[in-house]
């Protein structure tokens, strides 16, 4: 199928008002689209079909999903093409500034507490666009960002979001599986190397730690690499993955995934703690950002599961950012600000030629 095609499909299925996917995993050029053919709600809890998930950070259990059963399933290998990247400026609204940065301020006075570590704090950034337009938006997602999981995804009940995530939930292949510890965050350095401070380490050592102890009682076997750095985009990241053995008997991939979820990297640690923070002062719902996406098939025993970072939600001509970062006892606030206004350009890019 050519791209022209392809691309009046997804027009046409929006314009419908029809659930639809279109997804590329990190590495790969080939775009999977599962085209809904009517405007069923699907929802799934053994995660057992082969289908795309979508949960939103508030999982109890039950996640959206296209399944590919039911709809056109299209795959399409993308062309070649690197696009450039412009630094897009947005304003920079101080009473914003001013409500992100006591919040900040206000996740770290409650970690020197003491019953909290690590909380991960969060704001929507909402961009007016001249005019949204799908098919632009499918080449920019699809060609910008190739080491994410880049998708956009549409269902009357959700709305359009579309993302380009650095950050594996799990990847389960029969009983192995892989996760990443991701945090700490810098701006590219234009050598290519990034030095992480003691804080930046710290920090994402409460990551590693969360998710190896979580894994621990679903798991046989339990391996942790050494620490890297991981581009995504414009920004940088500590990396360290975590690999496995699942137990047969306890561990269904839901379990796993509510085992996981959300994710030091997203909501802090100790968890509930962390959670009853952000539910508490971070002001707004957080709904799919921070929730996890992907594939997933039991009849070839594989998932490919993200958490849905670096996203927006698009309505209208209007576009909302969701950015964030981990907050610690050492964090400084107005570093806090800058790492989400880094943040956005990864979206900011994707929609640059309808600003
Ligand atoms: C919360 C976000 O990112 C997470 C927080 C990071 C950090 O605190 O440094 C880094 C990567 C992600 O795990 C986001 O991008 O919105």
Redesign the pocket.
């Known amino acids: 199928m050519d791209q022209a095609l392809l691309l009046s499909k997804l027009n046409d299925h929006y314009n419908r008002t029809l659930p639809f996917i279109a997804f590329k995993l990190p590495y790969s050029d080939i775009v999977f689209c599962y085209l809904q053919k009517d405007a069923t709600v699907h929802t799934t809890t053994t995660f057992k079909e082969e289908s795309f998930i979508f949960a939103p950070f508030a999982f109890n259990g039950t996640a959206h999903c296209i399944p590919s059963e039911g709809s056109e399933v299209i795959k399409y290998e993308m062309p070649k093409e690197i696009l450039k990247q412009i630094p897009v400026s947005v304003k920079e609204d101080p009473t914003e500034k001013a409500r992100y940065t006591k919040l900040v301020t206000e996740a770290i006075d409650k970690i020197k507490t003491g019953n909290v570590h690590k909380i ?1 704090v ?1 704001r929507p950034q909402e961009v007016r666009l001249k005019t949204f337009d799908l098919s632009l938006l499918f080449e920019r997602i699809m060609h910008l960002y190739p080491t994410a999981l880049s998708y956009i995804w549409y269902h009357p009940e959700t709305g359009l979001w579309s993302g380009a995530s ?2 594996v939930l799990i990847y389960t292949e029969g009983t192995s599986f892989t996760t990443m510890a ?4 810098q701006k590219v350095n234009k050598n290519g190397i990034n030095h992480w401070s003691a804080k930046e380490h710290e ?1 994402q050592q409460f990551v590693t730690d969360a998710i190896t102890t979580s894994l621990q009682k679903i798991t046989a076997v339990l391996k942790v690499s050494k620490t890297t750095t991981h581009r995504a985009g414009t920004v940088a ?1 500590l990396r360290t993955d975590i690999t496995g053995i699942l137990k047969n008997s306890t561990a269904t991939l839901p379990k796993v995934c509510s085992v996981l979820h959300p994710t030091p ?2 909501c802090g640690t100790p968890r509930d703690n962390a959670r009853n923070f952000i539910q508490n002062k971070e002001g707004y719902d957080r709904s799919f ?2 929730g996890f996406l992907g594939p997933v098939c039991e009849q070839e025993k594989s998932s490919n599961l993200f ?1 849905n ?2 996203c927006m939600k698009i309505a209208d001509d209007v576009a909302t950012l ?5 907050i610690t006892r050492s964090s400084v606030a107005e570093h806090e600000w800058e ?1 989400t206004r880094n ?1 956005l350009q990864t979206m900011l890019q994707v929609l640059a030629p309808m600003l």
């Open positions: 991960v969060s650095p950050e991701l945090a700490g965050t920090e990241h990297a997203v950002y921070t958490v970072l670096r969701y950015v964030g970062g981990g790492e943040k």
